[in-house]
């Protein structure tokens, strides 16, 4: 099996404004130089797999252009501080890997990854591709971004883009955007703290904290090895579970997220317990009655006036949320201690997610005293959730001109910290799919919880 390689570079045929050649990174986008990965699963084409090869690689030099930060590359200063570099030496290409294999498709591998290295060092690609054929004729478009560049709807707004290209079809440049700086407050005016404003910042938001000096790592306890568990909850379970965890008090409500954070929250909690898995640095400790769940959430569609969403921030703007929850709770495996823990989480949600809310976590994040010197701001929790479910990751904007995906992951394999989620949806089965980590000496645990056990099945 040969692996032919290539690099993909922008084209100069829109005539857009000529990008800056650097783009200083918000608070927001610090969030660490891993990689968001995602592997598409598309049955055989008509045409001839080296036709379809070239027309993603020219789609893709297309789709550059009009993403500029996608093309540079991360850089770090002396000071610390991390930037992209749009200039013509740091426009190094986009790798892109391309494989014939003579197996069929057996599902998906770590090895359809263009990379596999979880973290990405200065002066990686942001993005890299790599698109494989099946001796069945299926076919695997894999890429993998810095999460420094953008988060998942950032991420997807790029790989749409590329996709509606590839199919031949009319760009709409007002879902482009025009305004490449990693500056959110202009989308909430009026509620930014000015930089005159003599007032102290805002507090540090939860799950956030302001360190004296910078952090010299991650906390011990993302460092354990972690064993990773695959689920599926079905259309009628998750209405199931909504059910179940719903409050009895009629003025309350909770959505089948919350049901769903609440029930893997309680699952970690429990395992982690029943194991012994000792409590390091960077988890709750034993002398507080409650656990810190921290959560990702888009706010793009939070701007008052409506003029975020849409493709017209590129970034991180995934404002993570911060939820306390009783541990008793978490550690009891009944409905009604699940539903007060799914209620805690809405509350939280309902709190941290108002415009005037994330206007906060922006002035907090970009105020001097908090970004000099880098790296003071840190978070911790106990569980960390991130849900893709309103994302469609098999829909027809995934569609590269010979039909949408028929199965999408975040990637196989790859290391993950323990306490750490991911769940998706398939939207045309409505059936949802919950990665799981937990630190090895949990997992027997954690595939043994019988309340899990109720709603979901191991994959």
């Known amino acids: 099996m040969v692996v032919e390689s290539y690099i993909i570079r922008p084209t100069n045929k829109f005539n857009r404004p000529p990008p800056p050649s650097t ?24 045409s001839n797999f080296l036709d379809v090869v070239d027309k993603l690689k020219n789609s893709l030099a297309e789709a550059l252009e009009l993403y500029p930060a996608v093309a540079g590359t991360v ?14 030496e740091n426009l190094l290409g986009t790798p892109f890997l391309v494989e014939m294999r003579d197996t069929p498709y057996a599902g998906d591998t770590e090895d359809l990854s263009p990379r596999s290295s979880a973290a990405l060092p ?15 004729g299926t076919i695997a478009v894999a890429t993998s971004m810095n999460h420094l560049v953008a988060d998942l709807r950032g991420f997807l707004d790029f790989v749409e883009l590329w996709a509606q290209l590839s199919r031949g079809e009319t760009v709409d440049f007002t879902k482009i955007p025009d305004d490449w700086s990693r500056t959110p407050g202009r989308f909430f005016s009026g509620l930014i ?26 906390p011990p306890s993302l460092l354990v090895p972690s064993e990773v568990t695959w689920w599926k909850f079905t259309k009628s379970s998750m209405e199931q579970l909504r059910s179940d965890f719903s409050p009895s008090a009629s003025d309350q409500w909770i959505s089948s997220g919350d049901a769903l954070a609440a029930l893997v929250c309680g699952v970690i909690t429990r395992a982690r317990e029943r194991a012994g898995v000792a409590r390091l640095e960077g988890r709750s400790g034993l002398e507080t009655p409650t656990e810190s769940i921290a959560m990702a959430a888009d706010g793009r569609e939070r701007a008052p006036q409506g003029n975020m969403a849409g493709g017209r921030y590129f970034g991180n703007f995934n404002t993570l949320l911060g939820v306390t929850a009783s541990r008793s709770d978490l550690l009891s495996p009944t409905h ?32 001097p005293e908090n970004t000099t010197p880098p790296g003071r701001i840190v978070f911790s929790a106990d569980v960390i959730l991130t849900n893709w479910c309103r994302f469609d990751l098999q829909g027809p904007k995934l569609d590269f001109g010979w039909g949408k995906p028929f199965h999408a992951t975040n990637g196989a394999g790859g290391a993950y910290p323990p306490g750490y989620c991911i769940m998706t949806q398939v939207k045309d089965s409505g059936d949802v799919f919950v990665m799981m980590t937990v630190e090895q000496k949990g997992g027997d645990e954690l595939k043994a919880d019988s309340l899990l056990k109720t709603y979901a099945a191991l994959v």
Do not use: W
């Open 23 to 46: 783009i200083a990174f918000h608070g927001l986008d610090l969030s660490g130089p891993i990689q968001i990965r995602s592997h598409r699963f598309y049955h055989q084409p008509t």
């Open 75 to 88: 850089q770090v200063n002396e000071q610390g501080e991390f930037y992209i570099s749009m200039d013509a």
């Open 122 to 136: 200065p002066r990686s690609s942001t993005l890299a591709v790599k698109v494989t054929q099946f001796s069945c």
């Open 193 to 218: 703290r000015e930089p005159t404003d003599p007032t102290p910042p805002p507090p540090p938001p939860p799950p956030f904290a302001l360190l004296p000096t910078p952090a010299t790592g991650p």
């Open 336 to 367: 009604e201690s699940a539903s007060r823990v799914a209620l805690a989480i809405r509350t939280a949600l309902n709190l941290q997610l108002t415009p005037k809310a994330i206007a906060d976590k922006i002035s907090f994040f970009e105020a």
